[in-house]
């Protein structure tokens, strides 16, 4: 259904609700016990330190009828880092207990925001009593939003069983378990909601412990489904500037598209290969359902076996696509050198999450950067592009299909779980717009007495495409070091030399068709830029904005392509006087600049499982103009 | 190919010199694949062999077919996307002990239990041949290497027992150098599924005569060929195999003047996988080495499984890429943008 939809500039854009502020609504029957939970998630909230504001909304009537739309109780917070003026217009998170909570609030939900429904609540009989006549977890009238379907009421009474409560008692935990799942989303501290249940359940104990089992239940069912920490963050998304036709776009929707349109805009089927980790597997589960699309998914055994089928798969003639997260993108690694000395197209998508090891699954962290571009056995370049944003991830997907079958390479998409989970307004592109890059088959065979060579190449130094089934064109290739000419194996000192600098030639050659670079806010030549890669894109141009309102020199710059760098982006990082590089890692992308130009580029860093906060941004550009 | 082009086992030779030791046993091997090539009516060009890496798996390289020499342990994996994006594709992978149970034992077992079509040629040499020497997953205890100076302490696997256990449907073996091995891989490819061939296959620098007790000319008699719907016999059918029923396990038994029905030796029913189980599980010595088709019993492939479930899923719908980032619920921007 088209809605009109508010159009933010600039200067509205700040002047309203700080952007690091999160609204969240709990709605519910008036039994439920919502203003209960939403006084207790106010109070560990203000615990934290946030400062926050509240809208409590419930019904006259005590006990209106149950299941009823006028017996909706709600309560919503605005809470956030910085100064909050208003509750917030509208929920970017709503917790709806029952149907009619759900047909009252959901209207007001922010496009692309989270719903957590109770499903167990969901029978017709309420149903009905809401006045829906189709279940709406069933159709599409959730599809502007982000839904999580739980059933709260049967984990709540499974959390609660050892206490031998009734199972009206027991429901009435219910509360206790969703504001459990609030506290862990949201980072906030359970202690003293403990306290305050053993205090307000003095005289009755087993309610008490009933009551901590159904919380702690709550917060354990966040922690260990992995749902991520990232549903509900406010981000920065794109300011809806062009007019046009919009919808809600999740990364890892948008870099499924992107792979789909990728690989029609190639010519060819997909093969996508992928094993499941957090939080990267959305994108399997997203293409499993595509196969109109000539997509084939396939879930191996193993992160490798994953890699390595995409590389078969390649190698017959397909566009070979692999997706994970860092420990699984390492698992991989050996298989990318094969690509990258067979030189075949493959598209590899890592979605970044803390690390090393398990690290922080459900936590967004940027700190793949060096594996991406260094992390390999051998000299082993290849392409490494970044999303900034879920809406920019369908433009990056499409860019690495293009560049791994014009330059038959290996493509690495950096993605993180912050951009995996998170939603924003999307334009729906035109894709007749999208310029098609058709790959041609070399199917020609040789002359008389000629040898088939797989190794001849292009101006752009891609090799041919030979695909398995060609009359006349077989031919053999392997991880084995190949004669520049004939492509045959060749361990001669000279030929290796040879073919290391071309493998790395060809990649840097990727740069003839990456546009130049220019800021993407303020000038060429101020006293400082920032350059950030990836999901800082929001924070750094917030924060950019603001200081530009402020009449500071500043520049923010922007790379999507982190390897090959745009040809320009040396001459660029020279007319600023300064440079910080804010990423949520150690100092990775800095450590790139100063060893592609010598330049003086300072690190900001971040490694808290969180997004950078806007006012963090701020501070160290005013720190730096000091 | 059409009768006016029959090739013959020099089509399927490439020009690559082929490179390992003198006396290899793979080399016995490529000329069987070589020469049976052309019995099989295959066509060069939609032919690929897959190999991981070991001395087995340089074996692409001298095939005039398509091939693709991969990393260690992985060819079963890359073969899977090469059936998966092109099932007309006639798909061999050639792999070692090592490569195939060690580093790679979980795609071999993943690959058996999906049932892809191909053919798995596993080279059995019970060594590490092109790392110089090492004790492999398929060496007996007590194997004197480098890495084991005084003697492997570990069990080995049974390859054709791994392979059943991992829910294969086809299980043969055979030696490098016998007559019969073109028949063995006749049969693995006719079967429609994942056929699993154990070929012993003697190195003759790190682990010569490891197969004597069956290969030797002397210890001919230990080998039991096995035919479908034929007597177990072996040892110029003057002995054969029994089902001993208390045991509920194989027997040997004596057969005298061909009266194996006397003896009550059984007829090798290669779908019977229980019999499978202890044929290959024989110990050599008091029992002959079960060799040729062991168990044949096909089941629908998993490329054909994964083809029919994707025209399926994409029957009746139109893979319109504007409808498909159009979806979902939608709403129109219609201002324009006003000036900061």
């Not at chain 1, 009828?65 to 709600?74: E, I, K, M, N």
Request: charged share 20%; proline share 7%.
């Amino acid at each position: 259904m088209a809605t009109a939809r508010h159009f933010v500039t600039p200067e509205e854009s700040r002047s309203t609700e700080a952007p690091e502020s999160v609204v969240v609504r709990f709605a519910g029957d008036s039994g439920d016990g919502i203003q209960l939970t939403g006084g207790q998630f106010t109070l560990s909230t203000a615990l934290a330190g946030n400062d926050l504001a509240t809208f409590p909304d419930f019904p006259a009537e005590i006990r209106a009828p149950q299941g009823t739309t006028f017996g909706v109780s709600a309560f919503q917070i605005n809470f956030g880092s910085a100064a909050i003026e208003t509750a917030g217009d509208a929920p970017d998170v709503l917790v709806a207990l029952n149907p009619a909570a759900l047909k009252v609030n959901m209207d007001a939900v922010n496009p692309g925001g989270l719903i957590i429904v109770d499903e167990g609540e969901f029978g017709a009989r309420n149903l009905a009593k809401a006045g829906f006549e189709n279940n709406p977890l069933e159709d599409d009238t959730l599809a502007r939003w982000q839904v999580m379907r739980l059933n709260i009421s049967q984990l709540t009474l499974d959390a609660v069983k050892p206490f031998g409560l009734g199972n009206k008692e027991a429901l009435r935990c219910k509360n206790m378990w969703t504001l459990g799942l609030a506290l862990w989303m949201f980072d906030r501290d359970r202690a003293p909601l403990i306290d305050w249940l053993k205090a307000k359940f003095a005289k009755a104990p087993e309610l008490a412990e009933a009551n901590i089992a159904a919380l702690n239940a709550g917060h354990a069912y966040g922690e260990t489904a992995e749902l991520s920490g990232q549903f509900a963050r406010h981000h920065i998304g794109a300011a809806p500037v062009a007019p046009g036709l919009y919808r809600t776009v999740t990364g890892v929707e948008a870099i499924s598209l992107g792979l789909v349109a990728g690989a029609k805009l190639a010519g060819l089927p997909m093969f996508f290969g992928g094993y499941p980790i957090t939080p990267a597997s959305a994108i399997l589960h997203h293409l499993a359902r595509l196969k109109e699309y000539g997509v084939t998914t396939f879930q191996a055994e193993d992160e490798i076996a994953a890699i390595a089928a995409a590389i078969g798969a390649s190698f017959a003639g397909s566009l070979g696509v692999t997706s994970s997260s860092g420990p699984g993108i390492a698992l991989k690694g050996e298989a990318m050198g094969l690509a990258i000395m067979t030189e075949l197209p493959l598209v590899i998508v890592n979605s970044q999450r803390g690390g090393p090891s398990t690290g922080l699954p459900t936590k967004t962290e940027q700190s793949d950067l060096y594996q991406a571009v260094y992390g390999r056995h051998g000299d082993a370049p290849l392409p490494v592009i970044a999303a900034r944003s879920p809406a920019d991830a369908f433009d990056c997907a499409i860019e690495a299909c293009r560049i791994a079958v014009q330059y038959m390479t290996p493509v690495m998409l950096l993605t993180d779980g912050y951009i995996a989970n998170a939603a924003e307004p999307w334009r729906v592109p035109d894709m007749a717009s999208y310029e098609p890059f058709p790959v041609a088959f070399h199917a020609t065979p040789p002359a008389e007495g000629e040898s088939v060579n797989p190794y001849v190449r292009d101006g752009k130094l891609a090799r041919v495409w030979i695909k398995p089934g060609t009359p006349g064109l077989m031919h053999r290739i392997g991880g084995i070091e190949k004669n520049a000419t004939t492509g045959h194996i060749d361990y001669a000192p000279s030929n290796h030399q040879a073919m290391t600098e071309l493998r790395a030639r060809k990649v840097l050659n990727v740069a003839d068709t990456i546009p130049p670079i220019e800021p993407c806010l303020g000038e060429a030549g101020a006293k400082l830029a920032v350059v950030g890669w990836g999901s800082t894109f929001g924070p750094i141009h917030q924060a950019v904005r603001r200081a530009l309102a402020h009449g500071r020199s500043v520049a923010h710059v922007h790379l999507r392509h982190i390897w090959p760098l745009p040809k320009n982006l040396g001459d660029l990082l020279r007319t600023y006087d300064r440079i910080i590089v804010p990423e949520m890692n150690n100092g990775q992308l800095k450590t790139l600049l100063r060893d592609q130009y010598l330049v003086d580029a300072r690190p900001v860093t971040k490694v808290a499982g969180q997004p950078f906060k806007i006012a963090e941004i701020e501070a160290v550009i005013e720190e730096a103009l000091a | 190919m059409n009768e006016m082009t029959k090739l013959t086992a020099k089509d399927f030779a490439s020009d690559q010199e082929v490179r390992w030791c003198p006396g290899c046993g793979d080399y016995a091997i490529l000329k069987a694949v070589q020469r049976t090539m052309p019995e099989l009516g295959a066509d060069p060009a939609r032919t690929v062999f897959v190999s991981g890496i070991g001395c087995s798996s340089r074996f692409p390289y001298y095939m005039e077919t398509y091939g693709f020499h991969t990393i260690h342990g992985r060819a079963p994996a890359i073969a899977t996307g090469v059936k998966l994006a092109n099932p007309d594709l006639d798909v061999w992978i050639i792999t070692g002990d090592g490569d195939a149970l060690s580093i790679g034992g979980n795609h071999t077992m993943h690959l058996l239990r999906r049932n892809l079509n191909c053919q798995i040629l596993l080279f059995n040499n019970e060594i590490y041949g092109l790392t110089k020497g090492q004790y492999s997953p398929t060496s007996r205890v007590g194997t004197r290497s480098p890495s084991t100076p005084f003697g492997s302490v570990d069990r080995p696997v049974r390859p054709c027992a791994f392979a059943l256990g991992s829910g294969a449907r086809f299980v043969a073996r055979a030696i490098d150098v016998s007559k019969q091995l073109p028949e063995v891989l006749k049969a693995a490819h006719a079967h429609q599924g994942a056929a699993f061939v154990e070929i012993f296959q003697n190195c003759i620098v790190y682990n010569d005569d490891v197969f004597a007790p069956f290969t030797a000319r002397e210890n001919s008699g230990k080998q039991l060929w096995l035919k479908a719907g034929e007597p177990m016999l072996f040892d110029n059918g003057t002995k054969g195999l029994t089902l001993d029923r208390e045991a509920l396990n194989l027997k040997v038994v004596e057969v005298a003047d061909g009266d194996w029905q006397s003896a009550g030796v059984i007829v090798h029913d290669p779908t019977n996988r229980a019999v499978a189980h202890m044929l290959i599980d024989m110990p050599i010595g008091s029992f002959p080495m079960a060799l040729g088709v062991i168990y044949d019993d096909p089941r629908p492939t998993f490329e054909s499984a994964v083809l029919r479930q994707n025209a399926e899923a994409a029957a009746g719908k139109a893979a319109d890429l504007q409808a498909l980032v159009s979806r979902g619920q939608t709403w129109e921007v219609e201002k324009e943008p006003r000036k900061a």
